[in-house]
């Protein structure tokens, strides 16, 4: 199975690349900009990793991001994600970034995005893989960052392709955010959020109903209203899950208890996704494996999650047409 799922052709829809900010190369941004970081060593920063729920992990995942302050930074960074992409066969990824974690320290939104965008063109035409850019406002933050944050924006059109909701669910929901996601989708900006991922399955509703959201992201507590996950089903509205996040997270317990298996044979578009991978411990293959061991599922379940991820991605139509076809041919052959 390992084999199977290293070699199968995959697809990431929910990854956000200050996640992917390894420990090394951490230490190395540091030691390029003069910042002093407050681990002494590689184990000292793994060992910080040992979080409780969401929140303790984002004071953690923000203190990393202050090494990155150049776009020679955010390329490193992205082109490092990009190699491990290759080496687990992901041919199509949706990256977020958060730019206002770095606006807000006095880096400018060109660096960020150029940087990224960069490292991804490269990716084009270098690893063959392609990818989109999804710009999350922080949801801790207020109304106002947001729309500077989306002004900001509109001179990279070209670059993004969707707007996102991250950071601290609870307290902060998706009704702060209704006039500035119209206004992005009024742009011509495609919008998804993170809902039901500690918060609520109500939370995922109202993102729903105000924010024209076209995917969720997490989205698993929709368990806990079995309406709903009708009702998701019916609609084939996307759920990007993040396995190894989740359990990390505490969302579940183990990953026998996690529910992404039952929501796919309950015809959810449930997708397989390594969301912050260096804080996590795993990208896209170890995500698909620990579902895989804790989960009795055939070949053709496991291929079910990247076809879900196919339909649910933003790319063309002739583009996932052609996607289907490479997955279909190498779960015949496998
Ligand atoms: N949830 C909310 N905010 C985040 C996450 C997440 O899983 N990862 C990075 N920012
Ligand atoms: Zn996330």
Same mark, same amino acid.
């Given at each position: 199975?390992?084999?199977?799922?290293?070699?199968?052709?995959?697809?990431?829809?929910?990854?956000?690349?200050?996640?992917?900010?390894?420990?090394?190369?951490?230490?190395?941004?540091?030691?390029?900009?003069?910042?002093?970081?407050?681990?002494?060593?590689?184990?000292?920063?793994?060992?910080?990793?040992?979080?409780?729920?969401?929140?303790?992990?984002?004071?953690?995942?923000?203190?990393?991001?202050?090494?990155?302050?150049?776009?020679?930074?955010?390329?490193?960074?992205?082109?490092?994600?990009?190699?491990?992409?290759?080496?687990?066969?992901?041919?199509?990824?949706?990256?977020?970034?958060?730019?206002?974690?770095?606006?807000?320290?006095?880096?400018?939104?060109?660096?960020?995005?150029?940087?990224?965008?960069?490292?991804?063109?490269?990716?084009?035409?270098?690893?063959?893989?392609?990818?989109?850019?999804?710009?999350?406002?922080?949801?801790?933050?207020?109304?106002?960052?947001?729309?500077?944050?989306?002004?900001?924006?509109?001179?990279?059109?070209?670059?993004?392709?969707?707007?996102?909701?991250?950071?601290?669910?609870?307290?902060?929901?998706? &009704?702060?955010?209704?006039?500035? %996601?119209?206004?992005?989708?009024?742009?011509? !900006?495609? /919008? *998804?959020?993170? $809902?039901? @991922?500690?918060?609520?399955?109500?939370?995922?509703?109202?993102?729903?109903?105000?924010?024209?959201?076209?995917?969720?992201?997490?989205?698993?507590?929709?368990?806990?209203?079995?309406?709903?996950?009708?009702?998701?089903?019916?609609?084939?509205?996307?759920?990007?899950?993040?396995?190894?996040?989740?359990?990390?997270?505490?969302?579940?317990?183990?990953?026998?208890?996690?529910?992404?298996?039952?929501?796919?044979?309950?015809?959810?578009?449930?997708?397989?996704? &390594?969301?912050?991978?260096?804080? %996590?411990?795993?990208?896209?293959?170890?995500? !698909?494996? /620990? *579902?895989?061991? $804790?989960? @009795?599922?055939?070949?053709?379940?496991?291929?079910?999650?990247?076809?879900?991820?196919?339909?649910?991605?933003?790319?063309?139509?002739?583009?996932?047409?052609?996607?289907?076809?490479?997955?279909?041919?190498?779960?015949?052959?496998?």
């Amino acid at each position: 199975m390992k084999q199977f799922i290293q070699s199968l052709p995959k697809v990431e829809l929910h990854l956000h690349i200050e996640g992917t900010l390894e420990p090394e190369l951490m230490f190395e941004l540091a030691a390029r900009n003069n910042i002093t970081l407050p681990f002494k060593s590689f184990e000292d920063v793994r060992d910080a990793y040992n979080f409780h729920n969401l929140q303790s992990f984002l004071d953690i995942y923000y203190q990393g991001a202050n090494v990155l302050i150049t776009e020679q930074d955010f390329f490193d960074l992205t082109w490092a994600y990009l190699l491990r992409c290759k080496n687990d066969n992901v041919v199509h990824t949706e990256i977020f970034f958060d730019p206002q974690t770095h606006t807000e320290r006095g880096i400018s939104f060109d660096t960020v995005v150029n940087g990224i965008h960069n490292a991804l063109s490269k990716a084009v035409e270098e690893l063959g893989i392609t990818s989109q850019l999804i710009m999350c406002f922080l949801r801790h933050l207020d109304e106002e960052s947001a729309f500077t944050t989306l002004n900001q924006s509109l001179e990279h059109k070209d670059k993004i392709v969707a707007v996102g909701l991250d950071s601290s669910e609870n307290g902060n929901p998706a &009704s702060k955010f209704e006039r500035v %996601f119209k206004a992005a989708t009024k742009e011509g !900006f495609l /919008a *998804v959020a993170h $809902a039901g @991922e500690e918060g609520e399955a109500s939370n995922i509703r109202e993102a729903l109903d105000l924010l024209q959201i076209t995917r969720i992201d997490h989205g698993v507590r929709c368990s806990d209203d079995e309406s709903l996950v009708k009702e998701l089903a019916m609609q084939r509205t996307p759920l990007t899950v993040c396995p190894l996040s989740n359990i990390k997270l505490k969302v579940f317990d183990n990953m026998e208890e996690h529910n992404i298996v039952a929501l796919l044979r309950k015809n959810v578009c449930v997708t397989i996704n &390594s969301d912050d991978p260096a804080y %996590f411990g795993g990208y896209m293959t170890d995500n !698909f494996m /620990a *579902v895989s061991n $804790a989960h @009795e599922m055939s070949k053709a379940e496991i291929a079910q999650f990247t076809f879900n991820a196919i339909e649910a991605s933003f790319i063309p139509q002739r583009e996932k047409n052609r996607l289907m076809m490479i997955n279909k041919a190498y779960l015949e052959n496998n």
